[in-house]
């Protein structure tokens, strides 16, 4: 088993490494739409007590895919490589429709499997985490 981390990718929030391969299969860890380095979430606004206030899930989910696709480079595997995608929103009525027109213009050529679910939160102020599956022949 080997691990990654990509020096493009915001750090994780806990005890896990970016992806980890296990034979032909590269499993990543939920991602989400922060920016390494940074404290603001692109398309966030917090109030004084750090919780949302406003978000652009269109600007999220840009951020989302770009950091997706830092961290499969750094594991050695593309964006065409993805076969299984799990996403999770924190507001599935106001945000799917949006969420899935960006979606298609990001997945139009590789089109992995994908089961979208709404969660009530994500462990940061955040409204939408992908957990991805890629396949990498070795």
């Known amino acids: 088993m080997s691990v990654y981390q990509s020096d493009k990718a ?3 929030v806990g005890l896990y490494p970016h992806a980890r391969k296990v034979g032909d299969l590269l499993f990543l860890s939920g991602v989400g739409p922060r920016e390494k380095g940074k404290k603001e979430i692109p398309g966030v ?3 004084d ?9 269109e600007k999220q989910c840009h951020s989302v895919f770009k950091n997706v696709r830092d961290i499969l480079e750094a594991s050695g595997a593309k964006w065409g ?6 996403v999770f929103l924190t507001n ?3 945000d799917f429709k949006t969420f899935n027109k960006i979606y298609a213009e990001y997945f139009q050529d590789v089109q992995p499997c994908r089961t979208t679910v709404e969660v009530n939160a994500l462990p940061t102020p955040i409204a939408i985490e992908l957990k991805c599956i890629a396949y990498i022949k070795t």
């Open 10 to 12: 915001p750090e994780p």
């Open 92 to 94: 599935m009525k106001a």
């Open 45 to 47: 606004t917090l109030n």
């Open 49 to 57: 007590s750090g919780e949302i206030e406003a978000y652009n899930i």
């Open 81 to 86: 490589d993805l076969v299984d995608v799990t």
